[in-house]
């Protein structure tokens, strides 16, 4: 079955850079229209797309945080990567990583599967 | 502020009918798959419908889709208390800067 997991760290102070690992297991990143995805969801608010990279090593970033983040792959290991830097209080959230599979024709048809999400707090 | 745009919240009595409402634009719901997410509190949220009105395996007929234009809409007929969650509706912007985009969630209370 599909799993996947984040790992990170639950505090960071302001300024500092902030990795965050998913680790993933069911499916390959190796797989023609395979995608993993970082989205966040600060305390009560509404869910934010971070950041793509799909089979190809094609990186899709929010407009918003582009030049703050990185996402990577290793695709031996089952895992992505997103950095984060410069890391304020507001970037204090809930970071979830899924899974996103395209279509042939390059179609999203959902998030299908989801991490249980690591909180992350941004404090000094 | 969301992208797509979503009634804050709607309540509905047990047994009852409820619609959520997701409106956005050409670039996003207008020319792409719609994706209806529910995260029951302290959860993930969790894929409930895909391409507009389609239900992975598990999910109940109770729950339905559809999309006209650039709006969206879910329905959940037979309300349920738990159906108490915050539901989200989703899907890819084909803009210039292609993304992943959101609504900004709608809470539904089960009187």
């Known amino acids: 079955q599909v799993t996947l997991r984040e790992s990170g760290p639950a505090l960071v102070k302001p300024t500092q850079t902030l990795t965050l690992t998913c680790t993933f297991s069911g499916f390959s990143l190796s797989t023609s229209g395979m995608c993993v995805s970082w989205i966040r969801q600060p305390p009560g608010k509404a869910l934010e797309w971070l950041a793509l990279?799909?089979?190809?090593?094609?990186?899709y970033y929010s407009t918003s945080l582009k030049t703050r983040l990185t996402i990577s792959k290793d695709t031996s290991k089952n895992q992505v990567v997103l950095t984060m830097t410069n890391m304020d209080p507001v970037d204090t959230a809930t970071y979830y990583c899924?899974?996103?599979?395209?279509?042939?024709?390059?179609?999203?048809?959902?998030?299908?599967?989801w991490g249980q999400g690591t909180l992350v707090t941004v404090s000094s | 502020q969301s992208v797509l745009t979503q009634p804050p919240s709607v309540s509905a009595a047990p047994g009852q009918k409820v619609t959520i409402s997701c409106s956005g634009s050409?670039?996003?719901?207008?020319?792409?798959?719609v994706s209806w997410y529910q995260q029951l509190p302290g959860t993930a949220p969790k894929l409930l419908i895909y391409d507009n009105n389609k239900r992975p395996s598990g999910i109940p007929d109770r729950f339905s889709g559809s999309k006209s234009g650039t709006s969206a809409t879910l329905g959940i007929t037979g309300l349920q208390t738990g159906d108490e969650a915050d539901y989200y509706c989703?899907?890819?912007?084909?803009?210039?800067?292609?993304?992943?985009?959101f609504g900004g969630g709608t809470k539904l209370t089960v009187l």
């Open positions: 899924a899974r996103i599979p395209l279509d042939s024709s390059g179609y999203f048809h959902g998030v299908d599967y």
């Open positions: 989703g899907t890819w912007d084909s803009s210039l800067s292609a993304s992943v985009v």
């Open positions: 050409s670039s996003n719901i207008g020319n792409n798959y």
């Open positions: 990279i799909d089979w190809d090593d094609d990186k």
